[in-house]
């Protein structure tokens, strides 16, 4: 089956700064890769997706980018602030392609410091 | 527009016994999936229901069941419950099998 790997675990950036986060997928049949954002006592919120004949998709100061030879994903946040201090999940398509069933990384915590 | 709602929200059971979790997806949405959520890990794909009918299974026991009813609301049940299945059980709906899923806030469920 499916296998994301999310890296780093943790990520510590100063207010203002970028942060960047990386996933690698196993399954080339994947074709749809969302993030979602987890703050404590919540569920996952979805923050951007992208799908395999897209190789980079903006939305204000986040960011995603998919290089599908190497079968890797990518989160940027520009401009980081405090509200963004959370957990950040990556995710993948299972076999079939279909949305329903994810693979999803073991998470980055984020922190933003004032 | 309210959004994935889950009841309860805690829940407290003991080894042995059986739970049952439910979940009204967001308004518009027939489609309908529950994710085991184990502390400091991601999210893994239980089954998701669509039509009245599990659709798809991840790698879990037959001790995990569920049902959707024709209002598309679901439940999840887990019976002989380990202390393994202490986690936050999470559903999520979504429109159709092309559009993203959003999630409920999950009920946390703790096997002494």
């Known amino acids: 089956g499916e296998n994301v790997e999310q890296h780093p675990s943790t990520l510590s950036v100063q207010e203002g700064d970028s942060a960047v986060i990386k996933c690698t997928y196993s399954?080339?049949?994947?074709?749809?890769f969302p993030w979602y954002k987890q703050e404590l006592g919540k569920g996952p919120q979805l923050i951007i997706d992208?799908?395999?004949?897209?190789g980079e998709k903006k939305d204000q100061r986040i960011a995603v980018t998919l290089n599908k030879t190497a079968k890797h994903f990518s989160l940027h946040i520009t401009e980081t602030q405090p509200e963004d201090s959370a957990v950040y999940f990556c995710?993948?398509?299972?076999?079939?392609?279909?949305?329903?069933?994810?693979?999803f990384g073991k998470g980055t915590l984020l922190t933003v410091n004032p | 527009d309210a959004g994935v709602t889950q009841s309860p929200t805690h829940l407290i059971k003991t080894r042995g016994q059986q739970v049952t979790l439910r979940c009204s997806p967001k308004?518009?949405?027939?489609?309908v999936s529950w994710y085991q959520q184990a502390l400091g890990q991601g999210p893994q794909f239980i089954f998701q229901?669509?039509?009245?009918?599990?659709?798809q299974r991840g790698n879990f026991p037959d001790r995990f069941s569920g049902h959707q009813f024709p209002n598309y609301s679901s439940e999840l049940n887990v019976n002989a419950l380990l202390l393994g299945d202490s986690a936050l059980y999470l559903c999520?709906?979504?429109?159709?099998?092309?559009?993203?899923?959003?999630f409920g806030n999950g009920t946390r469920l703790t096997v002494t």
């Open positions: 999520a709906s979504s429109r159709d099998h092309n559009a993203p899923l959003h």
């Open positions: 399954d080339s049949a994947s074709n749809y």
């Open positions: 229901y669509y039509e009245e009918e599990e659709r």
């Open positions: 308004s518009g949405h027939d489609t």
């Open positions: 992208i799908r395999s004949n897209v």
């Open positions: 995710a993948a398509s299972g076999s079939g392609g279909s949305n329903y069933k994810l693979t």
